[in-house]
């Protein structure tokens, strides 16, 4: 990438394609104890085009076999030359402990994404309840960065939760926006001071006694929830004690807690031939590795390409996160995902690996 790229418009560039660019490392930043943003932008004169909310997957070269990580974006789609996650460390981590030790600017990765559909864009409403803890306040910073550029006006209530005052992510950043945005409600609540800042603010933990007074009229707003599954099934119940109106709303998993929060997957079929089913096995060819398989009963893609030594990139396996898209030169799938391909990808032919299951003979372009 040249300085060139600074004096060209927008609508002069094409949008950052995962299946073509990389993403270059330009900055890393520590926004609290154990947690770092890394700043990424293409490897080519390209932008970034997502919804605020959204997350990529990172392929980490951590060992012989690349770790695949997902992570929310922090940045806001409204400055489109460069990206952001922003991570923590936990004590286990293997992935996120890999990016804080090596790192650096000019370092290059593979990447994939943007998807997902935790975005106020998602869901329009005329006033907003931001509920957040820890590093679940990275989703929330991107909505409130683009409001802040796109619709400063716009009524936002944030609770934003954390241990103690230094662990509270991006705070400097909130209590500025918070002085020039006139409709954002500010809150912070920590479990306990500090020695190491003086706290002046809320102590304890969220409950169905302080929510009615941190946000007194949360009934009338849509609401947005990130953090630790604990917290947000807490949040769950504290709304539920109030007969908040579930659907209105929406909180950000991934792994294993996906399964009981998401709504009803949302399915994707292509159209098979009439009449066709399953058969105890389908043929699958993999143009690009010069492989066939026979795909077994019950098999997705991406089973059957691991079978066969065929490597087809996978993170959360749920059909959320899109890692594993691939595209489909002929031949009928069973698709029922959770969001992490788009209706335009799928009228091209792309499908996800992890939850595609063949219903007539397959090629396949990886």
């Not at 300085?3 to 094409?14: F, N, P, Q, S, T």
């Not at 329009?124 to 006006?153: E, N, Q």
């Not at 539920?240 to 929060?261: N, P």
Request: charged fraction near 20%; hydrophobic fraction near 40%.
């Amino acid at each position: 990438m040249t300085d060139g790229m600074l004096y060209r418009h927008v609508d002069e560039m094409a949008p950052w394609d995962d299946r073509l660019q990389m993403l270059e490392v330009v900055a890393v930043m520590e926004e609290a104890p154990e947690v770092k943003t890394f700043t990424f932008r293409s490897d080519n004169q390209t932008w970034f085009r997502y919804r605020p909310g959204q997350f990529i997957t990172l392929e980490l070269p951590v060992a012989e076999e690349p770790l695949f990580r997902t992570y929310t974006l922090s940045s806001s789609p409204s400055r489109p030359f460069s990206i952001a996650v922003t991570v923590k460390a936990q004590p286990d981590s293997i992935g996120t402990r890999w990016m804080f030790d090596h790192l650096k600017p000019g370092d290059h990765l593979k990447a994939y994404g943007p998807t997902g559909t935790f975005s106020h864009h998602t869901h329009p409403a005329g006033r907003y309840l931001f509920i957040s803890a820890g590093s679940g306040v990275t989703p929330m910073m991107s909505m409130l960065r683009w409001l802040f550029d796109c619709a400063p006006w716009t009524d936002v209530a944030f609770i934003n939760c954390a241990r103690q005052p230094e662990d509270i992510i991006f705070r400097r950043e909130l209590e500025f926006l918070g002085a020039r945005m006139p409709g954002l409600l500010l809150s912070f609540l920590v479990e306990q001071r500090s020695s190491r800042e003086i706290w002046s603010g809320l102590v304890g933990r969220l409950d169905d006694r302080r929510l009615p007074l941190m946000v007194p009229d949360f009934q009338d707003r849509e609401v947005f929830c990130c953090g630790p599954e604990p917290f947000m099934a807490m949040v769950r119940t504290v709304l539920a004690s109030h007969g908040f109106d579930s659907a209105r709303y929406h909180q950000e998993s991934f792994g294993s807690a996906q399964a009981d929060t998401a709504p009803a997957a949302r399915g994707a079929m292509d159209q098979p031939a009439a009449g066709a089913e399953p058969a105890e096995s389908v043929p699958i060819r993999f143009v690009q590795s010069a492989t066939a398989v026979d795909c077994l009963e019950g098999q997705s893609v991406l089973q059957a390409a691991r079978a066969s030594g065929v490597r087809i990139a996978a993170a959360c396996e749920l059909g959320l996160c899109g890692t594993c898209k691939v595209k489909k030169l002929s031949g009928d799938v069973e698709m029922i995902h959770n969001g992490g391909i788009l209706d335009d990808e799928i009228d091209q032919g792309f499908i996800l690996a992890c939850c595609s299951k063949p219903l007539t003979p397959l090629e396949i372009e990886a």
